[in-house]
């Protein structure tokens, strides 16, 4: 006949270990040896979790991670830093409007000023022998006015020296070759007249030169700047010291030093 356990007279059943939720049991501590997957390690401190989104400790943050095509990616300039679009010269401002006329007055003294010498000397030679010559009206009938106008004009004419006719034509084209290196200058950013009072004349969009067609352009809508002198003087009370002619151009006259 057998009496059960001698340890457990009674006959009550041993303790169970806790059950864990949903039925699972719970891990069973490893005994000896090194601990199981979930368990901490011995003798390691454990680190707090960085919140998602924060680099973990220790670990060194990706520089220079290339962009689409392997290029990397430059990190972009803030708002308002030379290089931006609508920002060309900003650091060193607008030019000012007496800047502006100084730089006009100048290029005009390149243009004008040998022509205009040449203009004055043609003018005294032909002047002198027109005072000299004598309209011959002995054809002209009392009262026939149209004969002598006629004769007046023919002796002038034939008057003129051809000193005076050949200075004419050299005035001009001294005039026109001048007016095309100013362009030329103009279109490369610095006119004479600007590089001396220090301006520069550039695209509003990108700060950069707009090349000898677009200033040939900006010359000619200058002849809505003609209009009672507005347009020479808008640029002082406008915001970016532009002409009409600027504004229609996409241009501005900035200080280059």
């Known amino acids: 006949m057998s009496f059960g356990d001698p340890n457990n007279p009674y006959g009550q059943q041993p303790p169970q270990a806790p059950q864990g939720p949903y039925g699972q049991q719970p891990p069973v501590p490893p005994q000896g040896g090194q601990p199981g997957y979930g368990y901490p390690q011995q003798g390691a401190p454990q680190q707090p979790q960085q919140p998602y989104g924060y680099p973990q400790q220790g670990q060194v943050p990706p520089q220079g991670q290339p962009g689409y095509g392997g290029y990397p990616q430059q990190p972009a300039a803030p708002y308002g830093q030379p290089g931006m679009p609508g920002m060309p010269g900003m650091p060193q401002g607008y030019a000012s409007w007496g800047a502006r006329v100084g730089a006009a007055l100048i290029d005009g003294l390149i243009v004008g000023a040998l ?8 003018g005294i030679m032909a002047a002198s022998s027109v005072s000299s010559a004598t309209p011959d009206y002995s054809s002209c009938q009392p009262g026939d ?3 002598i106008q006629n004769a007046a004009n023919t002796a002038v004419s034939s008057s003129t020296p051809v000193g005076a006719i050949v200075l004419t034509g050299l005035a001009w084209l001294i005039g026109l070759a001048g007016i095309i290196f100013v362009l030329i200058k103009e279109g490369q950013g610095q006119s004479p007249g600007k590089k001396v009072v220090g301006i520069r004349l550039v695209k509003e969009t990108t700060g950069q030169p707009l090349g000898f067609g677009m200033a040939l352009v900006r010359r000619i809508c200058h002849f809505l700047d003609n209009f009672c002198f507005i347009g020479y003087l808008w640029p002082l ?3 970016k010291s532009q ?3 600027d504004k229609i151009v996409g241009t501005v ?5």
């Open 237 to 239: 009370w406008d915001e």
């Open 145 to 147: 006015y149209s004969c």
């Open 115 to 122: 022509p205009g010498i040449l203009y004055v000397i043609a």
């Open 243 to 245: 002409t009409f002619a």
């Open 253 to 257: 006259v900035v200080r280059s030093q």
